[in-house]
């Protein structure tokens, strides 16, 4: 690192066998983010990471036996990846002394070490499940980045089929990352399952592949000049003056339950034909995917408001999720750094003025495709501004400060009151395609997803498309929302984007 006021950041030893540094402003956000909940016993925006395999079963080899051998390979694979992105051996702690979070590295001191951290880091779920079910059923979140292999049911075509999850506090991976780390896994597991006598990484200088925070991966200045700071100022006014003098479109929520519940998962599947008349449409207006369906959410957010006498208008204001490892040097922003949390959120909010019908009309609001359309344009207004605006890369780490909360008074804090007008964000996964391939070797992968726990009252959705198939999924809290409501909610998102589209 040439610039010294990054000197903080670099990874460096405290002891034998020990490496730290400081976390930047996004790490930051989600550590305090998880402290300020951990009273609940979950973690905040804590990240899973799914995806669905299967491998056939050799002749003559008896299927416990083909469970054990990938099993083995899988256990293999994540060792080499500790060697090639230590970083998924790391951890944040907070340090007393300095007042301040600190990452924290360290290696091997011996192969039973090692052994323990696989061990611990690498589970096979007891029961035999669907991994949705069992992603669904409030798992645990460890210190350590893990994977949990969750068995499906035997069957009598020799085919041995898993899904394999990933748990991990969002200060170490994110999304993107979660991605990438899969299809470097795979690639390693294949590997290991028709080589099983190679041998594993020697450790002790994979600490030099460690990676450092957003703030120098992406070379953003340690010091805002004038003209920056006006930009924020501008932004923070901009972003104020929304709020003013409007309702504000809020998603209703079960309003007797104070305390968060378990986090969930829904998702809606377009199909095929669907989905590539959805991308054509889009493509002939000028539009992407994710505007389609970030103007969707915004008028179903529209459409949830109550109904009164009179004919309204309310506002609905959010943000968009932007993955910046394209702003990254190399080999930052490469799949050499997945464990990384290398994103951010824009700092301009996007607002949408929506008509609330009075009472007697429709149930559901009907969508006109002009409506549709200018929604969606302003939408795409909104993305391009912030893709073309050079200055964004270099405020984001002062965006993520502006949200981050204080360290508490206490050990456990009181749990934060809930959010009582509550959104629907986006997070566009893009095409998936792109990130994992459909065959490692004997293993074939399917179905591939992330999302962040969430135990706010808001609803998180996230976009992707996968062998031609869009998927429309959401996160909620049960405490909140149920089911039945939530998709609900993706249906109807989706057959705005259609009918707003005109197919």
């Known amino acids: 690192m040439a610039n010294s006021a990054y000197t903080r950041f670099e990874w460096r030893r405290t002891e034998p066998g020990r490496w730290e540094r400081d976390i930047d402003e996004v790490e930051e956000f989600y550590t305090a983010l ?18 669905t395999f299967s491998i056939p079963v050799p002749p003559g080899t008896s299927f416990p036996d ?9 256990r293999n694979a994540w060792i080499r990846l500790r060697y090639n992105h230590p970083t998924i051996g790391s951890r944040v702690q907070y340090d007393p002394v300095e007042k301040k979070y600190k990452k924290v590295y360290e290696t091997f001191s011996n192969s039973a070490s090692l052994r323990q951290w696989a061990d611990e880091t690498v589970r096979v779920v007891p029961e035999r499940m669907s991994g949705l079910d069992w992603c669904n059923a409030d798992p645990p979140v460890p210190a350590l980045p893990t994977l949990f292999l969750v068995k499906a ?10 899904d394999l999850v990933l748990r991990s506090h969002h200060d170490i991976i994110d999304g993107m990352g979660t991605l990438l780390l899969f299809d470097n896994l795979f690639a390693a597991a294949a590997e290991a399952y028709e080589q099983p006598g190679r041998a594993l990484p020697e450790f002790g200088d994979e600490w030099m592949n460690l990676s450092p925070p957003l703030r120098v991966a992406a070379d953003i200045p340690a010091a805002m000049t004038p003209e920056r700071k006006e930009h924020m100022r501008e932004f923070l006014e ?8 409007v ?6 929520f079960q309003q007797h339950i104070v305390i968060p519940g378990k986090h969930q998962r829904v998702a809606i599947r377009v199909p095929a034909d669907t989905t590539a008349k959805v991308l054509e449409r889009c493509r002939s207006l000028g539009l992407s995917i994710t505007h389609a369906y970030h103007a969707a959410i915004a008028m179903a957010a529209g459409d949830l408001q109550d109904r009164r006498e009179t004919e309204r208008t309310v506002r609905y204001i959010n943000y968009s999720l932007i993955n910046e490892r394209h702003h990254c040097k190399p080999p930052y922003s490469t799949s050499a750094h997945p464990a990384s949390v290398y994103h951010s959120v824009s700092g301009k909010s996007l607002a949408i003025d929506l008509t609330v019908p009075a009472i007697g009309a429709p149930n559901r609001t009907i969508i006109d495709q002009e409506t549709f359309l200018r929604v969606a344009e302003h939408v795409r207004d909104y993305y391009v501004d912030i893709r073309d605006n050079e200055e964004h890369i270099k405020l984001v780490s002062a965006y993520w400060a502006i949200g981050t909360l204080p360290y508490p008074d206490s050990e456990t804090p009181a749990i934060p009151p809930r959010n009582e007008t509550p959104s629907v ?3 566009s996964m893009g095409v998936l395609d792109k990130v994992i391939r459909h065959r490692y070797g004997d293993f074939s992968v399917d179905h591939p997803w992330v999302t962040g726990e969430e135990l706010g009252t808001g609803l998180g959705v996230f976009l992707d ?21 939530v998709l609900d909610v993706l249906n109807w998102c989706n057959d705005t984007v259609v009918r707003g589209l005109g197919i």
């Open 34 to 51: 998880a402290k300020a909940y951990e009273g609940t016993g979950r973690v905040f925006f804590a990240m899973t990471g799914f995806i």
């Open 66 to 74: 083909a469970e054990k051998a990938v099993e083995i390979a899988l």
């Open 153 to 162: 049911p035997t069957t009598s075509d020799q085919t041995f089929r898993a």
């Open 238 to 245: 901009h972003n104020a003056q929304l709020k003013k003098g």
């Open 247 to 252: 309702e504000i479109a809020s998603i209703p």
């Open 425 to 427: 964000s986006i997070s």
């Open 465 to 485: 498309t996968w062998k031609g198939i869009l998927t429309l999924s959401s996160a909620y809290n049960d405490a909140w929302h149920g089911k039945e409501e």
